[in-house]
């Protein structure tokens, strides 16, 4: 047995008192790094160790290899739990699969509890060159970090054994006669991680020995550039936010395109809290940067959206269609939430004066009107279209403005006119108020 723990490093993540859950497949990988654990609860033995075995539901042997985790767990007095992968995107499925399984691992986290994985320096390089086969910039070279984030209240995730060699975990695990699985799917080399591991890094380490420390050596230097880049970009981003899902244009074109590209780029993770390819950055800045003044831009993702209006970009979380929604509700109502976060209707003494309905009228809410319409603040009746441009309600958000019928009879767009009709011409009123989100 070697003198120190391969995981040594994890000693700068833990305490003696740490909770750690350690994603246990039974491969050998995971085998080795529970082990390791072990090994180090022998010399802290207040730390509490469980396993987390993740079935994805796709091999006909799964159930056997539940079976051999959980008896490996409780020979060990080990704490198991175990939990299926029930969706399964088949465009993708190897991203699918980890984005579940990390799904998995994040909901079972304990308060102060860090996550483990098995992840080593071999995995390092596959990922290293699928970025590179990818065309990434430095962010998808620093593949794979020994520490991130990870969970609701600050956990952390770590690889312990990022990095060390394959053949050196293996190793350990032929001196201590320890057990594993083997999941023939690993030899399947139409996934691309595969296809690396079997077919190009062996030709390349016959080559090269030191290629895999190399290559790590590499990812490092990726990972301190990305904090440089960071450290530089984050106060310029203060400058030109108008808040956190508003950026100005005219702040952006001050600099040159590179720096603007990153502006952008560090100005979208901080939203959704993932980096886009820089691909895609490059495509937002041509289309909302570069591109004239008056052509207003879309760019929709899987959950959000970025749009142009004049000299803003603007981030929205997509949320359903409101065009043909209805809300229905009966005077006198205290409260209504109204879909999509924008807010609650109240009656109050603040609001808008609105001419009262009638006790057969049945109020309802709307979010979309087109035609003509005389309004309080006009003489003549006109498009709505045309009004909206008048009170400079930019195409963004007009259809997220509650528009108050009686039964079918457009009443008021709340909180900015009243439309002139024969329910409108009343003395009594009644006051509404809009507390909105937009």
Not at 22 to 46: C, F, M, N, P, R
Not at 106 to 123: C, P, R, S, W, Y
Not at 220 to 235: G, S, T
Not at 343 to 360: A, F, Q, R, S, V
Request: glycine content about 2%.
């Amino acid at each position: 047995m070697q003198k120190k723990l391969l995981i040594h490093n994890i000693l700068k993540y833990i305490h003696k008192k740490q909770k750690i859950l350690v994603a246990y497949s039974g491969g050998l990988d995971s085998t080795v790094l529970l082990y390791q654990l072990i090994e180090l609860k022998k010399k802290i033995k207040l730390i509490k160790i469980r396993a987390i075995h993740i079935n994805h539901n796709m091999n006909k042997n799964a159930n056997n290899w539940k079976n051999h985790c959980y008896k490996e767990c409780k020979k060990n007095k080990i704490g198991f739990i175990t939990q299926k992968i029930k969706t399964i995107y088949k465009k993708n499925i190897e991203h699918s699969l980890r984005e579940e399984r990390y799904k998995i691992i994040k909901n079972n986290l304990l308060d102060n509890e860090i996550a483990v994985t098995g992840h080593h320096l071999n995995d390092q390089c596959e990922t290293l060159l699928l970025a590179l086969k990818r065309g990434s910039g430095p962010n998808g070279l620093s593949s794979i970090k020994e520490a991130i984030k990870f969970g609701h209240n600050k956990q952390l995730l770590i690889r312990p054994l990022i990095s060390i060699q394959k053949k050196k975990i293996k190793k350990w695990a032929v001196e201590k006669k320890l057990k594993w699985i083997s999941d023939t799917s690993n030899s399947n080399i139409k996934f691309e991680r595969n296809f690396i591991r079997l077919k190009i890094i062996p030709i390349i380490e016959k080559k090269w020995p030191n290629f895999s420390k190399n290559f790590y050596r590499t990812s490092l230097i990726c990972q301190k550039n990305e904090k440089v880049i960071h450290f530089f970009i984050k106060p310029i981003l203060k400058m030109c936010k108008i808040d956190n899902t508003k950026i100005q244009i005219d702040k952006i074109k001050m600099y040159p395109i590179e720096v603007g590209i990153l502006i952008i780029r560090k100005w979208i993770y901080t939203l959704i809290k993932k980096f886009i390819s820089y691909k895609k950055v490059y495509q937002i800045y041509k289309d909302f940067i570069l591109c004239k003044e008056h052509k207003s831009s879309k760019i929709n993702f899987k959950k959000h959206k970025i749009q142009k209006y004049k000299n803003i970009i603007i981030y929205t979380k997509i949320a359903p269609e409101l065009k043909n929604t209805i809300i229905f509700c009966h005077y006198p109502f205290k409260k209504i939430t109204l879909p999509n976060n924008l807010g609650k209707l109240e009656i109050n003494k603040h609001g808008m004066k609105i001419p009262h309905p009638k006790k057969t009228d049945l109020i309802n809410i709307r979010f979309q009107f087109q035609g003509i319409i005389k309004i309080d603040q006009r003489n003549k009746s006109c498009k709505i279209k045309k009004i909206w441009k008048e009170l400079k309600i930019s195409s963004l958000y007009k259809n997220k403005i509650p528009l108050l019928f009686y039964n079918t009879t457009f009443i008021s767009a709340i909180g900015l006119f009243i439309v002139v009709n024969k329910k409108t011409i009343k003395k009594k009123c009644w006051k509404l108020s809009w507390k909105n989100n937009i």
